[in-house]
Nanobody
Protein backbone atom coordinates (compact mmCIF):
# COMPACT_ATOMS: atom_id res chain seq x y z
CA UNK A 1 0.00 0.00 0.00
CA UNK A 2 1.39 3.40 -1.03
CA UNK A 3 -0.08 6.68 0.13
CA UNK A 4 0.33 9.79 -2.02
CA UNK A 5 -0.37 13.45 -1.31
CA UNK A 6 -0.10 16.14 -3.98
CA UNK A 7 0.40 19.85 -3.37
CA UNK A 8 1.44 22.98 -5.22
CA UNK A 9 -1.48 23.59 -7.54
CA UNK A 10 -3.02 27.00 -8.06
CA UNK A 11 -4.37 29.58 -10.46
CA UNK A 12 -1.84 31.37 -12.67
CA UNK A 13 -1.61 33.38 -15.86
CA UNK A 14 -0.39 31.86 -19.11
CA UNK A 15 3.39 31.80 -19.24
CA UNK A 16 3.80 31.35 -15.50
CA UNK A 17 5.40 28.45 -13.66
CA UNK A 18 4.27 26.09 -10.92
CA UNK A 19 5.95 23.24 -9.10
CA UNK A 20 3.82 20.36 -7.96
CA UNK A 21 4.95 18.02 -5.20
CA UNK A 22 3.95 14.45 -4.52
CA UNK A 23 4.86 13.03 -1.12
CA UNK A 24 4.68 9.26 -0.86
CA UNK A 25 4.78 6.82 2.03
CA UNK A 26 3.69 3.39 3.15
CA UNK A 27 5.78 1.21 0.86
CA UNK A 28 8.30 -1.39 1.94
CA UNK A 29 11.80 -0.17 1.29
CA UNK A 30 12.72 -3.27 -0.66
CA UNK A 31 11.10 -1.77 -3.73
CA UNK A 32 11.18 1.90 -4.63
CA UNK A 33 7.89 2.80 -6.30
CA UNK A 34 7.67 4.43 -9.68
CA UNK A 35 5.83 7.73 -9.27
CA UNK A 36 4.27 9.39 -12.29
CA UNK A 37 2.13 12.43 -12.95
CA UNK A 38 -1.23 12.41 -14.68
CA UNK A 39 -3.87 15.03 -15.36
CA UNK A 40 -7.54 15.19 -16.13
CA UNK A 41 -9.18 18.20 -17.72
CA UNK A 42 -12.94 18.77 -17.40
CA UNK A 43 -14.84 16.46 -19.71
CA UNK A 44 -11.72 14.54 -20.74
CA UNK A 45 -10.04 11.32 -19.78
CA UNK A 46 -7.06 11.07 -17.51
CA UNK A 47 -3.74 11.23 -19.35
CA UNK A 48 -0.15 10.54 -18.49
CA UNK A 49 2.04 13.64 -18.25
CA UNK A 50 5.45 12.61 -16.93
CA UNK A 51 7.16 9.58 -15.49
CA UNK A 52 10.53 8.85 -13.93
CA UNK A 53 12.12 5.44 -13.48
CA UNK A 54 13.32 5.06 -9.86
CA UNK A 55 16.15 2.80 -11.02
CA UNK A 56 17.50 4.12 -14.32
CA UNK A 57 16.45 7.75 -13.93
CA UNK A 58 14.88 7.56 -17.39
CA UNK A 59 12.12 10.09 -17.95
CA UNK A 60 9.28 10.24 -20.43
CA UNK A 61 6.75 12.96 -21.13
CA UNK A 62 3.54 13.52 -23.01
CA UNK A 63 4.25 15.28 -26.30
CA UNK A 64 2.20 18.27 -25.20
CA UNK A 65 4.54 19.08 -22.29
CA UNK A 66 7.97 18.20 -23.70
CA UNK A 67 10.38 21.05 -23.13
CA UNK A 68 8.10 22.74 -20.60
CA UNK A 69 7.62 20.21 -17.78
CA UNK A 70 10.33 18.42 -15.80
CA UNK A 71 9.86 15.53 -13.40
CA UNK A 72 12.38 14.97 -10.63
CA UNK A 73 12.71 13.07 -7.40
CA UNK A 74 14.19 13.60 -3.95
CA UNK A 75 14.45 10.17 -2.35
CA UNK A 76 15.61 11.67 0.95
CA UNK A 77 12.28 13.48 1.19
CA UNK A 78 10.16 10.74 -0.44
CA UNK A 79 8.92 13.38 -2.84
CA UNK A 80 8.51 13.62 -6.60
CA UNK A 81 8.20 17.01 -8.25
CA UNK A 82 6.70 18.28 -11.47
CA UNK A 83 8.18 21.60 -12.53
CA UNK A 84 5.80 23.23 -15.00
CA UNK A 85 7.06 26.19 -17.01
CA UNK A 86 5.46 28.26 -19.77
CA UNK A 87 2.03 27.14 -18.69
CA UNK A 88 -0.79 27.32 -21.21
CA UNK A 89 -4.57 27.44 -20.73
CA UNK A 90 -4.74 23.91 -22.13
CA UNK A 91 -2.68 22.73 -19.14
CA UNK A 92 -5.68 23.45 -16.92
CA UNK A 93 -6.60 20.20 -15.19
CA UNK A 94 -6.61 18.27 -11.97
CA UNK A 95 -3.12 16.84 -11.57
CA UNK A 96 -2.60 13.49 -9.88
CA UNK A 97 0.45 11.53 -8.91
CA UNK A 98 0.27 7.78 -8.99
CA UNK A 99 2.51 4.93 -7.89
CA UNK A 100 3.27 1.40 -8.86
CA UNK A 101 5.74 -1.19 -7.64
CA UNK A 102 7.86 -2.69 -10.38
CA UNK A 103 8.60 -1.56 -13.88
CA UNK A 104 6.23 -1.42 -16.81
CA UNK A 105 6.63 -1.04 -20.54
CA UNK A 106 3.85 1.56 -20.56
CA UNK A 107 4.60 3.91 -17.65
CA UNK A 108 2.29 6.68 -18.89
CA UNK A 109 -0.77 4.48 -19.05
CA UNK A 110 -3.36 5.12 -16.37
CA UNK A 111 -4.20 1.46 -15.90
CA UNK A 112 -0.64 0.64 -14.81
CA UNK A 113 -1.05 2.39 -11.47
CA UNK A 114 -2.96 1.02 -8.47
CA UNK A 115 -2.16 3.86 -6.08
CA UNK A 116 -3.37 7.43 -6.56
CA UNK A 117 -3.33 10.72 -4.73
CA UNK A 118 -6.34 12.98 -4.30
CA UNK A 119 -5.18 15.49 -6.91
CA UNK A 120 -4.27 19.17 -6.99
CA UNK A 121 -5.97 21.68 -9.28
CA UNK A 122 -4.02 23.73 -11.80
CA UNK A 123 -5.85 26.54 -13.57
CA UNK A 124 -4.14 28.63 -16.26
CA UNK A 125 -5.88 31.70 -17.59
CA UNK A 126 -5.07 33.50 -20.82
Amino acid sequence: QVQLVESGGGSVQAGASLRLSCSYSGYTHTYTPRISWFRQAPGKGREGVATLSPHSGYTDYADSVVGRFTISRDNSRNTVYLQMNSLKPEDTAMYYCAARIGETATPLWVNQYPYWGQGTQVTVSS
